[in-house]
């Protein structure tokens, strides 16, 4: 199915009645992620008006808007006060404290700067292909950064995600991307992250991150287990981050 095709189909399911157990508004959300996910609106353009949305969806413009409202709530379209809804880009200045949870005791939070240390294609290993619901063995790209905060360096993250998704991802791509990595994956490759799952464990460094985090070995850290989602909670990145929590720490965003 090429891409037009693909947004035929899903306009197609897009006025389809409502599925049963769902209310309504829940399924116009469904619907609009249909739209989304097949391109039919991309990052930064501005949807369709209230009026021909709710004539399309067959539904009144309160039932819309309460799909809206949750979509927005989810970051995943933005309102511009007398310019419209429109889709929400990856940005530093819109989406990366979204997703950047860490900040210093004093609760002061800054931009991290980001160091490429190492980039590679290999085979995941049978945890990492649970977590992106990939084939046993199937090839990743696997990266790692190091992130400073005010000069010295407070966070390793190690990367991967799926050779099916971002074919061609390359270690110039990740070197001289002018925005945030989720910006990348969704200009590049039109992969939107929407929401994270994580879990956080305790941990100790080892010699290879004793060496990057400038820790003696031992040293306790946090350990974060982060799968990243798209539209239909498809999987599309996993990260293990190790935090220093000398001077930092690591705050849900449910907890700010």
């Not at 696997?142 to 990367?159: K, M, Q, R, W």
Request: charged share 20%.
């Amino acid at each position: 199915m090429n891409y037009n095709d693909k947004t035929a189909s899903t306009m197609r399911e897009s006025a389809a009645p409502p599925s049963v157990g769902l209310t309504l508004y829940k399924q116009v959300k469904r619907q609009m992620l249909a739209g989304l996910s097949a391109g039919e609106w991309k990052p930064g353009e501005v949807i369709p008006a209230e009026k021909q949305l709710s004539q399309r969806f067959k539904v009144s413009i309160g039932t819309l808007r309460k799909a809206i409202d949750e979509l927005a709530a989810e970051n995943i379209l933005i309102r511009h006060q007398g310019r419209g809804t429109f889709v929400a880009m990856h940005s530093r200045d819109h989406h990366l404290f979204h997703f950047f949870n860490v900040i210093r005791h004093d609760g002061e939070r800054t931009e991290p700067a980001i160091t490429l240390e190492r980039f590679a294609k290999t085979r995941a290993d049978k945890q990492v292909c649970d977590k992106l619901g990939i084939a046993h063995s199937a090839k990743v790209f696997t990266y790692t950064n190091l992130l400073s905060l005010h000069g010295a360096p407070v966070e390793v993250d190690e990367i991967t995600v799926p050779e099916a998704l971002f074919a061609g991802l390359s270690e110039a791509q990740l070197r001289t991307r002018p925005s945030t990595i989720y910006s990348l994956y969704q200009t590049a490759f039109g992969l939107n992250v929407i929401h994270i799952e994580e879990r956080v464990r305790a941990c100790v460094a080892d010699q290879r991150l004793a060496d990057l985090l400038q820790v003696q070995p031992g040293t306790a850290l946090l350990q974060i287990h982060r799968t990243a989602f798209s539209y239909h909670h498809q999987p599309v990145e996993y990260r293990l981050s190790y935090l220093n929590t000398q001077e930092y720490e690591y705050v849900p965003k449910m907890a700010q």
